[in-house]
T-cell receptor, first 112, second 112 residues
Framework: DQQVKQNSPSLSVQEGRISILNCDYT??????FLWYKKYPAEGPTFLIS?????DKNEDGRFTVFLNKSAKHLSLHIVPSQPGDSAVYFC???????????FGKGTKLSVKP | GAGVSQSPSNKVTEKGKDVELRCDPI?????LYWYRQSLGQGLEFLIY????????KSGLPSDRFSAERTGGSVSTLTIQRTQQEDSAVYLC??????????FGPGTRLTVT
């Protein structure tokens, strides 16, 4: 059973608009959440993270929101740029654990 | 500085043969992780090394899979008697702490 779910396999957004990528999780023992971006034929690149004690973390154009009661997090990219086109993975880490549990990814396409 | 490197970048092998995949982590990183990504799937955790502690092998799918980390640095993932379902991209990551993991470009394994 998937513990981290990204229910939208793809998302298309116009350049300059906001991109919102969503992620749901089932395990209440997750204490740290991360977003990674992946281009074809490359390894995932760390983007932004959030601890379970916070509800928002912002870094430039990227903001991650965490709603623990709903077990939901989202990544906002504003304004979106064509270079943001990639597959975005949501990941979570359990308390005391080292490994990450990943969702299946959402492919973002930003159209000029 | 240099990132995580993996070799080979591509490996084609016949069913039943053994393969070895290599990972060179970022210098100074104490933690090293192996994941794999099958087609259309998220990243699946395999094994985690942290310093001199016993590795967390809980993600290894069968006893055909094993990994070593020599001298706290380079790691080798070995798959014995490969099967077609072992075909995937094998990704290595390293981290200084348990938060941000930095990934290599991966090894694409194809079992024919």
């Amino acid at each position: 059973d998937q513990q981290v779910k990204q229910n939208s396999p793809s998302l298309s957004v116009q350049e300059g608009r906001i991109s919102i990528l969503n992620c749901d999780y089932t395990n209440s023992m997750f204490d740290y959440f991360l977003w990674y971006k992946k281009y074809p034929a490359e390894g995932p690149t760390f983007l932004i993270s959030i601890s379970s004690i916070k509800d928002k973390n912002e870094d430039g154009r990227f903001t991650v929101f965490l709603n623990k009661s709903a077990k939901h997090l989202s990544l906002h990219i504003v304004p979106s740029q064509p270079g943001d086109s990639a597959v975005y993975f949501c990941a979570a880490r359990g308390y005391g654990q080292g490994n990450l549990i990943f969702g299946k990814g959402t492919k973002l396409s930003v159209k000029p | 500085g240099a990132g995580v490197s993996q070799s080979p970048s591509n490996k084609v092998t016949e069913k039943g043969k053994d393969v070895e995949l290599r990972c060179d982590p970022i210098s100074g990183h104490t933690a090293l992780y192996w994941y794999r990504q099958s087609l259309g799937q998220g990243l699946e955790f395999l094994i985690y090394f942290q310093g001199n502690s016993a590795p967390d092998k809980s993600g290894l799918p069968s006893d055909r899979f094993s990994a070593e980390r020599t001298g706290g640095s380079v790691s080798t993932l070995t798959i014995q008697r490969t099967q077609q379902e072992d075909s995937a991209v094998y990704l290595c990551a390293s981290s200084l702490n348990r938060d941000e993991q930095y990934f290599g470009p991966g090894t694409r394994l194809t079992v024919t």
